[in-house]
């Protein structure tokens, strides 16, 4: 694969064009290239060629440490089915340059064959040889250590430099005990095992070596008592020659094979106190990190590294799920912003959340702990804030829902309700309204958030009010509207029967009606006020101006019915009843000789005593229940003038005209009968 750092990032997730080509899930990538940079398709490839970004823990990572030219390469290949160079007998140089890592075959190992870290064979290069043990060290769960077995005991051979390297890197990095988590394997590989030494004795030199070369080491403050096996497991195997015996040197790979793959294996390598714990879609930034720190020879320290990895990747992780979330929440604004109520907000929210919450766990909850839980409410309160919009959008439309409805349902229960009724209709349709609204409201409040709406509900509540005493207020004024209607058309009828048999005592007999009339309706005012739940004050008061205005109307309806014209008809059919009819009530038919001067003279002054009746309304009688009736501000008497002198002398006047005409009319009958 060609090293182009841009290319991956160019690309994004997309597949480069090299790993499109990297069909082969063994395909293998230079993570170090010879110039030491760290190759940014680590990433993808993880994602990509090998798959196993989503595996987690569920992973393991082996290297491969030892002398150019000792069949490493070879036995890897053999080993894990990977594809890594292997040097060609006739051109004797060297093949792997840096660091290379490929996926094993059939199985979630990372192997990293790691360039011959032979420093005083490639004599310019200790330093590398330092530095990709430490990676090493930092990222593998095993170390193979490959050697002929000719160069066991030999201490002084490259081996032993390789290995007190080794050694010297991995105290640097876990200096600090109580960070160290677990230990790291180191298997030695014995190649070319054709001597008759047996494995133990082999593996005893080899031992007794790294007895050796831990002892002479220099270790740090604090750790001077620390013993090898604080920090390392051994195991040791060995493989015959593999050109001289092919076949059994394929069947003893073979068998080493299961010791990489079946965890039930006596000795199987991958012990879980050997996993680093970096979570595999993180372990390419935690490996560039790892890698940053050691070119630049400053200090490293993995559980700082672990936690700013963790961070990373958190908010990486973060940052992509509230992509996917704002993206679903998309479809709820709409409605939303419409004013519209969306039904189950807050369920549907939650799952939102709740998908969020569960992708950002199950991503990010092998990280570092207490980064993930910072990281995590972080997360949540990013999601409730982008939430708490929709809330308060909801929360606004559900109280313009309420009012509306509140009208709405108002309007319904009024028009199949009775009067008396009212004021209960009123308040359950509120406290529904406002039951509704709280419930509604609080279903779309989520856990783990410290949203409210008492201010909305007050708010609410007030409108309602509002819209009660309108209503209220509307329905007073069509009360009082119809007493008024209804005690004047009462007015109307006894006025008149009173007043067209006018009478003395008959200004008394009205004002008795009036009284009995208003009774009556004043106490269906008090019931329905009362019923409408109008305060006593408020009650009095509407009293009072229903009477005066019951008083005012009583007043104009006897004035419409003492104008002239009327007064006038009024006395006329008065004066035919009196002259026209006999006492036994029979139309009179005057014939010669009938008292016509007589009869029309005594009906003539029975008339003349009536019309002073009507000088004015006369309150005789009922003056202090007056005064005690109307308000004190109200002047009663001023209102009871109805005929003045010169109108009595002028009505006087034109009844004369009138009887007169009636006397000459029946005068006339008896001539004409005479005549006859
Ligand atoms: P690396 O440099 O350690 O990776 O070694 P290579 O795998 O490239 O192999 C170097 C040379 O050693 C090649 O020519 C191989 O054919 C040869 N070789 C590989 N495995 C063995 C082995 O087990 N015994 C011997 N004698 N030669 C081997
Ligand atoms: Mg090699």
Redesign the pocket.
């Given at each position: 694969a060609e090293f182009s750092p841009r290319a991956a990032q160019r690309n994004g997730n997309l597949l480069s064009p090299t790993l499109a080509a990297a069909q082969d899930p063994q395909t293998q990538l230079q993570v170090i290239n010879e110039d030491q940079d760290f190759n940014q398709e680590f990433n993808d490839y993880m994602r990509h060629v090998w798959h196993l970004a989503d595996s987690g823990f569920d992973y393991n990572l082996v290297a491969v440490f030892?002398s150019?030219?000792?069949?490493?390469?070879?036995?890897l290949n053999r080993l894990f089915g990977t594809q890594f160079a292997?040097?060609?007998?006739e051109q004797r140089q060297q093949?792997?340059k840096g660091i290379w890592i490929s996926k094993g075959q059939n199985m979630n190992v990372l192997i990293m064959d790691v360039e011959?870290t032979d420093g005083r064979e490639r004599g310019e290069d200790q330093e590398f040889e330092r530095k990709s043990a430490l990676f090493s060290l930092a990222t593998a769960e095993v170390l193979i250590v490959?050697m002929w077995e000719n160069m066991v005991g030999l201490y002084n051979g490259a081996n032993m430099g390789l290995l007190k390297t080794v050694f010297e890197v991995n105290l640097q990095l876990f200096h600090d005990r109580n960070s160290r988590k677990g230990k790291t394997l180191l298997l030695f590989v014995i190649?070319?095992h054709v001597s008759k030494t047996s494995l133990d004795s082999l593996a005893e030199a080899v031992q007794q070596d790294l007895n050796r070369i831990w002892s002479e080491l220099s270790k740090p403050e604090g750790l001077e008592q620390c013993v090898i096996g604080d920090y390392f497991d051994f195991m040791f195997t060995s493989?015959p020659?593999?050109?001289l015996q092919q076949d059994n040197?394929n069947r003893q790979v073979d068998q080493l094979r299961h010791r990489f793959m079946d965890p039930s294996h006596p000795a199987y390598v991958f012990k879980s106190e050997y996993h680093k714990r970096i979570p595999a879609d993180g372990f390419p930034k935690y490996a560039e990190s790892i890698w940053e720190k050691i070119v630049t020879n400053r200090d490293l320290d993995l559980p700082t590294q672990q936690e700013l990895l963790a961070q990373y990747r958190c908010d990486e992780i973060a940052s992509a799920v509230f992509d996917a979330f704002a993206e679903a929440i998309q479809s709820l604004k709409p409605p939303l912003e419409a004013g519209r109520v969306v039904d189950n907000l807050g369920t549907q929210m939650d799952d939102h959340r709740r998908t969020a919450l569960a992708h950002f766990d199950k991503n990010a909850g092998r990280y570092h702990s207490e980064v993930y839980q910072r990281k995590r409410r972080e997360h949540l309160a990013k999601l409730n804030s982008e939430l708490h919009l929709l809330f308060l959008a909801q929360v606004k439309n559900l109280a313009k829902q309420s009012v509306r409805q509140f009208r709405e349902s108002l309007k319904q229960r009024l028009a199949m309700t009775t009067d008396q009724d009212f004021s209960t209709v009123i308040v359950s349709a509120k406290a529904q309204a406002l039951d509704q609204f709280n419930e509604q409201a609080r279903q779309a409040i989520l856990d783990e958030t410290e949203w409210a709406f008492t201010a909305e509900a007050e708010q609410l509540d007030q409108e309602l009010q509002l819209i009660t005493d309108q209503l209220k207020q509307e329905e007073l004024n069509r009360l009082m509207r119809r007493l008024e209607k209804s005690v004047q058309n009462q007015y109307t009828d006894a006025v008149s029967s009173v007043l067209n048999e006018p009478h003395t005592g008959m200004w008394g007999e009205l004002l008795s009606q009036f009284f009995a009339i208003n009774e009556s309706k004043e106490q269906l005012l008090r019931k329905r006020a009362t019923g409408l739940q109008v305060p006593t004050e408020e009650l009095d008061q509407l009293v009072t101006q229903f009477r005066l205005v019951a008083w005012e109307a009583f007043c104009q309806r006897i004035h419409d019915d003492t104008s002239e014209q009327m007064m006038l008809v009024r006395l006329r059919s008065c004066l035919e009843d009196r002259f026209r009819y006999d006492d036994q009530g029979l139309p009179r038919v005057w014939k010669p000789g009938d008292d016509i001067d007589g009869q029309f003279n005594k009906a003539k002054d029975s008339m003349s005593q009536l019309i002073p009746l009507f000088n004015r309304i006369d309150i005789e009688g009922y003056d202090l229940k007056l005064d005690d009736y109307l308000p004190a501000s109200f002047d009663v008497r001023e209102s009871l003038e109805l005929l003045t002198a010169g109108k009595q002398k002028e009505l006087a006047k034109r009844f004369k005209r009138e009887a007169d005409a009636l006397y000459v009319e029946a005068k006339r009958s008896v001539v004409a009968t005479t005549a006859r």
């Open positions: 030892g150019q030219s000792t069949g490493k390469s070879t036995l292997v040097m060609h007998e093949t792997t011959g490959n190649r070319d493989l020659h593999k050109l040197f």
